[in-house]
C-alpha cells in the first residue's frame, strides 16, 4: 500500500521501533484485546481518496446548496448574513491559533489567553456586565446554562422564557431543563412583545426569566420593564441580545438584567448551515464563582510581568467533577476570536453605524413591501431593529417556494414554529441587502403574493 | 505585550461600512430602549489589527507549531484541505433553515458521515448534534433517561456507574442529568476492579459510563465480563469516545457491548481544536434507542434525496440549535474519505508510537502499570518529585524549554504526579527520539540541576504565571487604566496550584 500522506513512518522506522518496545509485529501490542471485541474484518467504508479527489467531490456537495451568493436571501430568524471581513480569516487562520488546545499550559498558550480576555472585556462592555466566559457552544445552550446558574443561585424549581423567545432557545432549555429537574413555562406574547404585569405573575417562584431583545420576531421588547418584572418576583432576569443591536440598543447590564447572553454568530461568523459559532454567557460579577466554562484571568509571571491564566477552575469540571458548575471543557474558542477580531475591525463607532444601516433599511423594506407588494406589517405598532413579520396573505411556505424560484429567499416562514401564523414572513435586512435588493424583493413578493 | 485596548486612539477604525445615500436617517428609539454609553471597543486601524493578532500568534503554541503530546487531547496534523472545504460559500454562507431543496449537498454530507461513524462505532444510528465530547455525554445520559422513562423504571434507576480514572466531564454530566454518580475502584492492572464493580450494579443502575481504552491508555482485559454484568442488571453502557483513536479498525464500542457513544470530532477525526473549540460530539445509539434521539434527524428519502426529520415522537428533543455544528462535519468527512478503510493503519501508527515512546522512557520515570499501552500512556514523576523536589509540574514546565508542549499533568486522578503522553500517529520517529531525548535530560537535569526545572520555563514569552493570585482577585476584564493603581504593593504567590492540565 502507498504511504498514507497523514503517516510519518516507513516500513524501517516501523521495524526499529517494534524492536525498541520487543515485540515481533504491529498486531502483537493489541494483545490484550479479547478476540470476541476484535472487528477481525475490514472497515465497510468507501476506498481512501486523495486530497484532489476528496476537494473534487466534496465541493459538488458544496454546489447543490443554495446558499446567499446563489439566492437573495432575507433569511434570518436567528443566523444572519452580516459581512465578515477578510482580516478573520486571516486571524483564525494562523496555525498557532488554529491548531492549539484549550490553553492550559499558560506559558505556551498567552496569545491565546490574551485574545480570551479581550474578548471577555468586549462582551462585558457591550452587555454591561462584569464578567464574561470564553465562550460556550451556540445561543441556545448558553441560556440552559444560565437556568442552571439560576438554579442554584435561587433554589427554584422552574424558569419562564417568553414564546416570543428563538424557538430553538427554548427547545433547549426544554430539553436540558429534564435533566435540571427544572419546569419550563411560556408566556404568551401580547401583539408582537411580552406584557410586564403578566410576565411578573407567571416568574412567581421562578429560578429565572429568559427574554429577548430584540425577541424572534423582530420587535423591541420593553425590556427594563420586564427586567424589574422579573426581578420583583424573586427571579434572576436573562437578556438573551443580539451583540450587532448593542450599538443602538441599551446593554442589557443597563436595565438589571443579572445575565446577558446569546448567539454570537452574527458578529464575526458565517452562517454555515447552523455551526460552528459561538454564545456568549455574560454576568453581573456576584454570579463569578457559579458561571459555566472557561474564564481568563489577568495575573504576573515569575519576574512581575503581566500574563493570563485560564482561572477560577475550581468552578470547574476538572477539579469539581460531580459539583461542577457545567460539564463544559471544550467551547468556541476559535470562533470567539473570530468575534473579537470582528469587533475590533467595527469599532465602536463602526458598531453604531452598522446599527443604523440595519435599522434604516429595515425601515425602508418594511415600506417598501407594503407599498410595493401589498403586504401588510404583522405588529404595526412595535419598533423594530432588523428584522420584521409581514402577512403574506397566503401560506408564507407556498410564498417562499414560489420567490424561490425567482432566485430570492423572503425570509422565514413563522407557521413553521407559531401556530396562527400561517400567513406570517419574517424578513430579515442586514448592511449586506442594498435598497435595490429590497426592491427586488419587493416585486417578487407582488408577483408571488398577488 | 499591550492589549488590543491600549493600542486604542479615538478617531481611528478599521472598517468602513456601505453608506445608502438614498435612505431615510433610522427611526427614533424608544428613550428606554436607546443605547446612552458607547461600549469601549478597541479603535485601531486595520493593519494595528493584523498586527496584534499576529503578534498574538507567535505567542502561542499549536500542533502545527511543534510536538504536542498532551494526553487524551489526540493533537495530530489538522489537514488544509478541511479548511479549504469548510470555507466553500456553498457551506460557509448557508443558512441553516435553508428549505431541504437548498441545503440536499449539505444533508447528503451529513448523512454520509452518520453512516460512517455508524459503521466505526458499530452502532445503527447516529445523531450529529452535540457541540462537544461533554454535550455528547449530557445528550447520551438524557437518552438513558428517556430510555427508562418508557420503560416505567425511572424512578427506580437513579445511579450512573463511574470508574475513578474518568474525565471529570462524566461525573459533570451525571448531576447536569439528574442522576446520582457509583464511583468504581481501578485494580492493580489498570482495569476496572470488578469485583468492586459487582457490589455495585444492580436494579438501581441506569449506566456504565466507561472510557475504553482508559485515560491510563489500557484497554480493559475485562470488558466482557463488564458488559455482562450491567446488560444482566437491565443497565446501559455508555462509552466516552475520548479515546477513540487506538482502536477505529481494530474494536468497535459497539462490538464492546456499548450501546451509547460519543465520538469527539476535534480529536479523533481532525478538527483543529481552534485554542479551545469548536468541537463536535456526535453520538451513535443501537437501535432500541433511536427513537429518542434529538431533533431533526437527518435521512435519506430515497433516490438520492436526504431531508430533516422531526417526527419523532420519543425525542428528547434538541441540544443545540439546528443540526450541529456543520464545518466540523465538512472537516471530519473530508478526513474520514481521505483514509477510508485504511482507518486501522491511523490507530495501528498512533499505538505504535505512544508505546515506542513508553519504550523509551519507562526507566527514567516511575510507570504505575507495566503493560503494553494503547494510544497514550500514563508516567509519573512520584520519584523525582520524592528524591529530588521535582513535580511533574515543574517535569511539564521544563519540556517547554525543550520545544515541545508538555503532557497532560495530574490526570488522571489516580496517578500521583501524573504525565500523560499521546505522540497520536502524525508524528516522526525523529520528532518522537527528539521528545524522548527531552525526556530523558529533564530526568538527568532533576538530579543534577533541579533549579532548572523548578525555575522553568526559561524560553517562552512569559515565565511560569501564578495561577493562585488570579484566582485570589480575580480581574477577568480589562480596566481601562481604573484599576491598575489597586494591584500596586500587591505580594506575588509564587506557587502554582496544581491543577490537572489536559482533557
Known sequence: MTQHPFVALTDSDREEMLEAIGVGTVDELFNELPEAVRLGRELDLEAALSEQEVFEHVAGLAQRNADASRELSFLGAGMYDHYVPAVVDAILQRGELLTAYTPYQPEMSQGILQAIFEYQTAICELTGMDVSNASGYDGTSVAADACYVAKHTTGRGKVVVTEATNPQVRQVVKTYA???????????????????????????????????????????????????????????????????????????????????????????????????????????????????????GETVDAAGERGYVLTLQTREQHIRREKATSNITTNQTLLALGGLVYLTWLGPQGLRELGETCLSLAAYAKQRLEERAGVKAVFAEQATFKEFAVHVGRNAREVVAAARERGVHPGYALGRDYQGMDDVLLVAVTERRTPEEIDRLADVLAEVTG | MKLIYERSQAGRRASALPRYEQLPSPPELPEDLRRHEPPRL???????????????????????????????????????????????????????????????????????????????????????????????????????????????????????????????????????????????????????????????????????????????????????????????????????????????????????????????????????????????????????????????????????????????????????????????????????????????????????????????????????????????????????????????LDVAKRVMDYGFHPPTIYFPLIVPEALMIEPTETEAKETLDAFCDAMLAIAREAAEQPELLKEAPHHRPVSRLDEVRAAKRPVVKYGFGEQQAADEGESRVAAAAEAPKGA
Open chain 1, 178 to 296: 429534564a435533566g435540571f429537574g427544572l419546569e419550563v413555562v411560556e408566556v404568551p406574547h401580547r401583539d408582537g412583545t411580552t406584557d410586564p404585569d403578566e410576565l411578573e405573575r407567571a416568574a412567581t417562584d421562578a429560578a429565572a426569566v429568559i427574554i429577548q431583545q430584540p425577541n424572534f420576531f423582530g420587535c423591541l421588547e420593553p425590556a427594563p420593564d420586564l427586567v424589574a418584572a422579573a426581578a420583583e418576583a424573586g427571579a434572576l432576569p436573562v437578556a438573551h441580545v443580539d451583540l450587532l443591536s448593542l450599538g443602538v440598543l441599551e446593554a442589557p447590564g443597563r436595565y438589571g438584567a443579572a445575565l446577558a447572553l446569546g448567539e454570537g454568530q452574527a458578529a464575526g461568523n458565517f452562517t454555515s448551515f447552523g455551526g460552528p459559532h459561538y454564545g456568549f454567557l455574560a454576568a453581573r460579577e456576584e454570579f463569578i464563582r457559579r458561571m459555566p466554562g472557561r474564564i481568563v
Open chain 2, 42 to 392: 478597541p479603535e485601531v486601524p486595520e493593519f494595528e489589527l493584523v498586527r496584534h493578532f499576529t503578534e498574538l500568534s507567535t505567542r502561542n503554541f499549536g500542533v502545527d507549531t511543534g510536538f504536542y503530546p498532551l494526553g487524551s487531547c489526540t493533537m495530530k496534523y489538522n489537514p488544509r484541505i478541511n479548511e479549504r472545504l469548510a470555507a466553500l460559500p456553498g457551506f460557509a454562507r448557508l443558512h441553516p433553515l435553508q428549505e431541504e431543496d437548498g441545503a440536499q449537498g449539505a444533508l447528503e454530507l451529513m448523512w454520509r458521515l452518520q453512516e460512517i461513524l455508524a459503521e466505526v462505532t458499530g452502532l445503527d444510528a447516529v445523531s450529529l448534534q452535540p457541540a462537544a465530547g461533554s454535550q455528547g455525554e449530557l445528550t447520551g445520559l438524557l437518552l438513558v433517561r428517556a430510555y427508562f422513562a418508557a420503560r416505567g423504571e425511572s424512578e427506580q434507576r437513579r445511579k450512573v456507574v463511574i470508574p475513578d480514572t474518568a474525565h471529570g466531564t462524566n461525573p459533570a454530566s451525571v448531576t447536569m442529568a439528574g442522576y446520582e454518580l457509583t464511583p468504581v475502584r481501578t485494580d492493580a492492572r489498570g482495569n476496572i476492579d470488578v469485583d468492586d464493580l459487582r457490589g455495585k450494579v444492580d436494579e438501581h443502575t441506569a449506566a456504565l459510563m466507561l472510557t475504553n481504552p482508559s485515560t491510563l491508555g489500557l484497554f480493559d482485559e475485562n470488558i466482557e465480563e463488564i458488559g455482562r454484568i450491567f446488560h444482566g442488571a437491565g443497565a446501559l453502557m455508555y462509552y466516552d469516545g475520548a479515546n477513540l483513536n487506538a482502536v477505529c479498525g481494530i474494536s468497535r464500542p459497539g462490538d464492546m457491548g456499548f450501546d451509547i457513544v460519543h465520538i469527539n470530532l476535534h480529536k479523533t477525526f481532525s478538527q483543529p481544536h481552534g485554542g479551545g473549540g469548536p468541537g463536535g460530539g456526535p453520538i451513535a445509539v443501537r437501535h432500541l434507542l433511536e427513537p429518542f434521539l434529538p431533533v431533526p434527524a437527518v435521512v435519506r428519502r430515497g433516490e438520492g434525496s436526504f431531508g430533516l426529520d422531526y417526527d419523532r415522537p420519543q425525542t428528547i428533543g434538541k441540544v443545540r440549535g439546528y443540526t450541529g455544528p456543520f464545518g466540523v462535519f465538512v472537516r471530519s468527512y473530508a478526513y474520514l474519505r481521505m483514509w477510508g478503510p485504511r482507518l486501522r493503519e491511523m490507530s495501528e501508527t498512533a499505538v505504535l508510537n505512544a508505546n515506542y515512546v513508553l519504550a523509551r522512557l519507562k526507566e527514567a520515570y516511575d510507570l504505575p502499570f507495566d503493560r503494553l499501552c494503547m494510544h497514550e500512556f500514563v508516567l509519573s514523576a512520584r520519584t523525582l518529585k520524592r528524591e529530588h523536589g521535582c513535580t511533574a
